[in-house]
T-cell receptor
Framework: DAGVTQSPTHLIKTRGQQVTLRCSPK?????VSWYQQALGQGPQFIFQYYEEEERQRGNFPDRFSGHQFPNYSSELNVNALLLGDSALYLC?????????????FGEGSWLTVV | GIQVEQSPPDLILQEGANSTLRCNFS?????LQWFHQNPWGQLINLFYIPSGTKQNGRLSATTVATERYSLLYISSSQTTDSGVYFCSGNQFYFGTGTSLTVIP
């Protein structure tokens, strides 16, 4: 049973560029959430997708956008990259959020903006 | 948003010692979970514990929802317990973590 998978694992981008990160949820899960974790900090919630719609959003600018596909996989897009966007980006999946099920995290994508 | 405070921020233990980590929430939360983040960055589920007490081997957790706090107990600590421990509420709110180092 594959867990949550993310790609790429590491990447380096130049300030002003755009980046796309990808996530495949755990088998049987239909809800995907994205988090940004800066060094020494806890994960910060970016947004959550369910049934291909953004259901919840944290305090992140519009440069951060996402998408969920019919197979429940998801992408996180960040435009006009800033140096401060350098962080670990985590994807988590869950099933039937309203029932309070556990979320499971992928290994993350380490983004460095230079 | 809800504020999550974790204490202590840093903890150094001798192997075999016991410890208690605490998580306080500024408001009521659902879906309270504890995670362990390994040195490579992956967050591993420890407990889903919106209320009550659960145990898993040397680890146990207690949540008192009415008082908006949760405790994680680690007994007979091992070097592999080292890492950062996070609690989260509602799946959206995370604390800043407790960094645990267990020395042999």
């Amino acid at each position: 049973d594959a867990g949550v998978t993310q790609s790429p694992t590491h990447l380096i981008k130049t300030r002003g560029q755009q980046v796309t990160l990808r996530c495949s949820p755990k088998s049987g899960h239909d809800t995907v959430s994205w988090y940004q974790q800066a060094l020494g900090q806890g994960p910060q919630f970016i947004f959550q997708y369910y049934e291909e719609e953004e259901r919840q959003r944290g305090n992140f600018p519009d440069r951060f956008s996402g998408h969920q596909f019919p197979n429940y996989s998801s992408e996180l897009n960040v435009n006009a990259l800033l140096l401060g966007d350098s962080a670990l980006y985590l994807c988590a999946s869950s099933s039937d959020l309203s029932s309070g099920n556990t979320i499971y995290f992928g290994e993350g994508s380490w983004l460095t903006v230079v | 948003g809800i504020q999550v405070e974790q204490s202590p921020p840093d903890l150094i233990l001798q192997e075999g010692a016991n410890s208690t980590l605490r998580c306080n929430f500024s408001d009521s939360v659902n879906n309270l979970q504890w995670f362990h983040q390994n040195p490579w960055g992956q967050l591993i589920n420890l407990f889903y514990i919106p209320s009550g007490t659960k145990q898993n081997g040397r680890l146990s957790a207690t949540t008192v929802a009415t008082e908006r706090y949760s405790l994680l107990y680690i007994s007979s600590s091992q070097t592999t317990d080292s890492g950062v421990y996070f609690c989260s509420g509602n799946q959206f709110y995370f604390g800043t973590g407790t960094s645990l180092t267990v020395i042999p």
